[in-house]
């Protein structure tokens, strides 16, 4: 995938080209065998287990040219019945707002995440939705938003 974001961009690492890249959490759900693969380009992945988050990493570094690239690595996770498995954009961290006008913050989100798990996944995305126009106020938004939640 670094490939070809590189050849559409015509990225050879250059001075005065284009570094633009691309951010991404990516998994694999084996639905059958209660397992998943994940890979990602600073984007992390939450998966919530008996009340308990765990958060798996991303490796730091974008899809697309980086000075400092190696292979993406690839995690193996086991599932359980009923775990919730939730990918996202920064754009729901990084929006400013609140009303001291700062950034939600990952540490936000996870306690959301915590405190909702437990609802249906319909009702997680309105308590989502609304959390995050509430905090946005009348702030611009700034980025793209994009948060999916899975019910194992």
Not at 40 to 55: F, S, T
Not at 97 to 112: A, E, I, M, V
Request: hydrophobic share 30%.
């Amino acid at each position: 995938m670094r490939n070809k974001i590189k050849n559409s961009l015509h990225q050879t690492g250059k001075r005065n080209e284009a570094s633009d890249g691309m951010d991404l959490a990516l998994c694999i759900i084996d639905f059958e065998n209660y397992e998943m693969q994940y890979s990602g380009a600073n984007n992390p992945i939450y998966l919530i287990r008996d009340g308990k988050l765990n958060h798996y990493k991303a490796d730091k570094m974008p899809i697309g040219i980086y000075p400092k690239e190696k292979p993406f690595s690839k995690k193996s996770i086991r599932l359980e019945k009923n775990d919730k498995v939730y990918l996202f954009s920064d754009g729901y961290p990084d929006q400013f707002g609140g009303t001291k006008g700062r950034k939600f913050l990952t540490r936000r989100l996870k306690k959301l995440l915590l405190k909702i798990h437990k609802e249906k996944m319909s009702e997680q995305k309105d308590i989502l939705k609304k959390t995050f126009l509430k905090w946005k106020g009348n702030e611009i938004q700034i980025d793209d938003i994009l948060l999916m939640g899975i019910k194992i």
